[in-house]
């Protein structure tokens, strides 16, 4: 499989159109377009960091699918960083078994996610129980 078709699957399985991954990323969409159709070469590490960044994945691993580096590079230089959930359901359109969430949707998620992690920040630990 060549890079844009590679591409193109990512962009489609975060459900972005063109349009939006260009939004997203700040690469412009007549671009991403020649990219995903494969008029164009491999594009500069740069561009691929605002591709990663607009399609939220790891751009270790689209340098990987680019050909810039091998599997076992990308591992050791580019360790992954920590993802801020609250700002990914802010700042992305989520999809749950092929369902929009809406911002009502993920506001409860949010909240549910604050209400599990609190219980479990003030859960007694078994010394201070007693047991």
Same mark, same amino acid.
């Given at each position: 499989m060549f890079f844009y078709d590679k591409l193109r699957d990512l962009r489609k399985l975060k459900g972005y159109t063109i349009r939006?991954?260009?939004?997203?990323?700040?690469?412009? #969409?007549?671009?991403?377009?020649? $990219?995903?159709?494969?008029?164009r070469n491999v594009p500069s590490p740069e561009v691929l960091m605002k591709l990663s960044e607009g399609l939220n994945i790891p751009y270790a691993d $689209?340098? =990987?699918? #680019?050909?810039? $580096?091998e599997s076992s590079? #990308?591992? &050791?230089? $580019?360790? =992954? &960083?920590p993802v801020n959930l609250r700002r990914f359901l802010h700042d992305n359109d989520l999809i749950f078994d092929g369902i929009q969430l809406t911002? &009502?949707? =993920?506001e409860w998620i949010e909240r549910m996610l604050s209400a599990l992690f609190w219980k479990e920040r003030n859960r007694p630990s078994d010394s201070e129980s007693g047991s």
């Amino acid at each position: 499989m060549f890079f844009y078709d590679k591409l193109r699957d990512l962009r489609k399985l975060k459900g972005y159109t063109i349009r939006e991954l260009a939004d997203r990323s700040g690469v412009s #969409a007549g671009y991403i377009s020649q $990219l995903e159709n494969g008029n164009r070469n491999v594009p500069s590490p740069e561009v691929l960091m605002k591709l990663s960044e607009g399609l939220n994945i790891p751009y270790a691993d $689209l340098m =990987k699918i #680019a050909g810039y $580096l091998e599997s076992s590079d #990308a591992q &050791t230089l $580019l360790p =992954k &960083t920590p993802v801020n959930l609250r700002r990914f359901l802010h700042d992305n359109d989520l999809i749950f078994d092929g369902i929009q969430l809406t911002d &009502t949707d =993920k506001e409860w998620i949010e909240r549910m996610l604050s209400a599990l992690f609190w219980k479990e920040r003030n859960r007694p630990s078994d010394s201070e129980s007693g047991s």
